[in-house]
């Protein structure tokens, strides 16, 4: 038993490719252990088709789910996949084929081929059947499913303690099932954990994914390397000096040497193809506010702005990208920051994609600064411009505060 | 696991010195937010403050039926750097009062509020002009989601006054909840007297 595994375990570090890939369209056998994660995932399934943050544009999902497809190629009709509006960057595969894309991770991808890369990397955890592997020990349907009710069950208890009052906690352990919370899914996370050796295969196989849907290999190591930037660019000593995480769950942080080995085994694949950065950009286009309001609520501004530099880099967007630029500078108020916040809102004003919000903010600095004139056309071009904005009336109101001289 | 132990923490202490289950009663009549700010309640309500996670001392939190089908937070007057709800940890913040807010400032500040509270698709709508005892205020009204999808409505007013925020919110589930309670609470936020 123990020589079969140590052999095993030897077979997969050396060749990680030759791994047995599942079949497509296969079925768990009903008693069998994966049968019993497939139980338990096609209940969390059902629970995420129901949850407040589940993104139902049409168009979006189908662009997320095209780009699947081709990643998964014949795998592709065992995979379903569920955009999620929350502003951390994960994707998620289990292993009943569930997956989540999280718009943390389409806002963070510069281009298709990054997020290609990612489901890639995903869909090998499937194709790879890694859950059954990290949990060879559980023999049967009844032990997985056993072993993940405590799990949830721990997972429940941890988010009544953290839930507002005792009477909502009782509610929350009342409510098993519903307990939804970044707890939760750390929980479910570790329970679903993979291995480093798996992950790494998982990086290889996504990028070999990547090349043969004809994407550029290339993006595979970038999509890691921006979200290394992103750390580094955090508000909070403590979290630059952590190691990224590929997500908010990854308990295998993301080294130096996870990036080199996609660097190295690009050089083995076809150099070039499709990076698709037109047909993303076009795709999150209508999100792209909403979900820089949800990053700037993680209340870590650095972050934020490392985002904004990335989507701004090719100078698209560039009336939305410099207003939420300059929110985040108003909203973090350090040393300079009101400076920077006026002069991102002024780069806004000039672009056709401004949204009207620019002009009141700029209104309400320049009247900071003391420049009253200033302030005064910034405020007229607001109320031009959204005569009917419910919040006009406030605008009236500092307009008018403005001629008496207050 | 950290995140078990971490997040378990709080219950093991409560269970040990059972000293965290002390909802104590709201009496009808007049109720002291801060030294110079008293509303009126028009029936018995639960004081739950001593219960909530993150509490602050200038934050009082009532309710009727519990705090998932009605909760009403009450705010002494803030003064800048403090907050309606109180971080968890210093890398996640939650809004803090500032000194020279702009009016969308504030009314910015309880949407993040309840968004710092884990509530979804949260979108305050219907700013107005409201009085908070003699001083002047924005009334407003919310629209939110549980995160398991069930629909929030949520009103109140914010006003500043005399360099201090003074914060009353309703929050309900929109069906039945809100409404029952709707005419209490405006009358408990027509009954304000501060200073
Ligand atoms: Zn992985």
Not at chain 2, 90 to 95: A, S
Request: glycine share 8%.
């Amino acid at each position: 038993m123990r020589t079969s595994a140590l052999a095993l375990a030897a077979v997969l570090a050396a060749m990680p490719a030759a791994a047995q890939e599942r079949a497509a369209g296969l079925r768990p056998n009903a008693t069998s252990a994966e049968a019993g994660f497939w139980a338990v995932m096609d209940k969390a399934e059902a629970e995420a088709k129901t949850r407040a943050d589940l993104n139902t544009d049409p168009a979006l999902n189908a662009y997320v789910r095209g780009v699947m497809c081709k990643a998964a190629a014949a795998h592709c009709p065992d995979l379903r996949v569920y955009v999620m509006d929350r502003p951390f960057m994960n994707a998620s595969m289990a292993p009943n084929g569930y997956s989540e894309v999280w718009s943390g991770l389409l806002l963070r991808a510069n281009d298709e081929a990054e997020l290609a890369y990612v489901l890639g990397h995903e869909v090998s955890h499937f194709t790879e059947s890694h859950t059954i592997e990290a949990h060879r020990a559980q023999k049967t349907r009844a032990n997985v499913v056993l072993a993940a009710t405590v799990v949830v069950a721990v997972a429940g208890a941890a988010s009544a303690a953290s839930a507002g009052t005792a009477s909502e906690a009782q509610s929350i352990m009342d409510a098993t099932g519903n307990t939804i919370d970044l707890i939760y899914y750390a929980q479910m996370a570790s329970f679903f954990r993979f291995s480093r050796e798996q992950e790494g295969e998982a990086d290889l196989l996504g990028q070999r994914k990547l090349a043969e849907a004809g994407y550029d290999p290339a993006a595979a190591a970038e999509s890691w390397r921006g979200l290394t930037a992103e750390t580094k660019g955090s508000d909070f000593k403590r979290v630059r000096e952590s190691e990224t995480r590929i997500s908010v769950f990854s308990s295998h942080p993301l080294g130096a040497q996870r990036i080199a080995a996609l660097e190295t085994q690009a050089g083995t694949l076809t150099a070039g193809g499709d990076r698709g950065r037109d047909r993303h950009r076009a795709a999150i286009r209508p999100h792209l506010g909403a979900w820089l309001r949800d990053d700037l609520r993680k209340r870590d501004f650095g972050q934020t702005l490392v985002v904004i530099d990335r989507l701004a880099a090719d100078g698209e967007d560039l009336g939305v990208l410099n207003y939420y630029r300059g929110e985040a500078y108003r909203m973090r108020r350090g040393d300079g920051d009101l400076a920077k916040a006026r002069d991102a809102y002024l780069a806004a004003a000039a672009q056709p994609d401004a949204p009207v919000a620019v002009w009141r903010e700029l209104g309400d600095i320049r009247r900071r600064d003391g420049d009253l004139a200033g302030a005064r056309t910034a405020y007229d071009n607001y109320l031009a411009k959204a005569p009917q904005a419910e919040d006009a009336w406030l605008v009236q109101d500092s307009l008018s505060s403005l001629d008496q001289g207050k | 696991m950290r995140t078990i132990f971490r997040a378990l923490g709080p219950l093991a202490a409560c269970l040990a010195l059972a000293a965290c289950a002390t909802v104590t009663s709201a009496p009808a009549g007049a109720m002291k937010v801060g030294d110079a700010y008293e509303v009126a309640l028009g029936r018995e309500w639960s004081d739950i403050s001593n219960i909530m996670n993150g509490r602050t001392k200038k934050v009082r939190l009532l309710s009727i039926d519990g705090p998932l089908l009605n909760r009403l937070y009450l705010s002494d007057g803030l003064e800048p750097g403090e907050y309606l709800i109180k971080p968890a940890a210093k890398e996640t913040p939650t809004p803090v009062i500032r000194k020279d807010m702009s009016a969308s400032e504030r009314l910015e500040f309880v949407a993040d509020s309840v968004v710092a509270l884990e509530y979804q698709r949260v979108q305050l709508v219907r700013p107005r002009p409201a009085k908070l005892g003699q001083g002047n205020g924005v009334r407003f009204d919310l629209t939110a989601q549980t995160k398991s999808g069930l629909d929030v409505k949520g009103t109140g007013v914010i006003s500043e006054q005399g360099g201090k925020t003074y914060v009353l919110l309703y929050l309900a589930p929109a069906e039945h909840y809100f409404d029952a309670n709707l005419a209490e609470v405006e009358a408990i936020l027509g009954s304000a007297r501060l200073g």
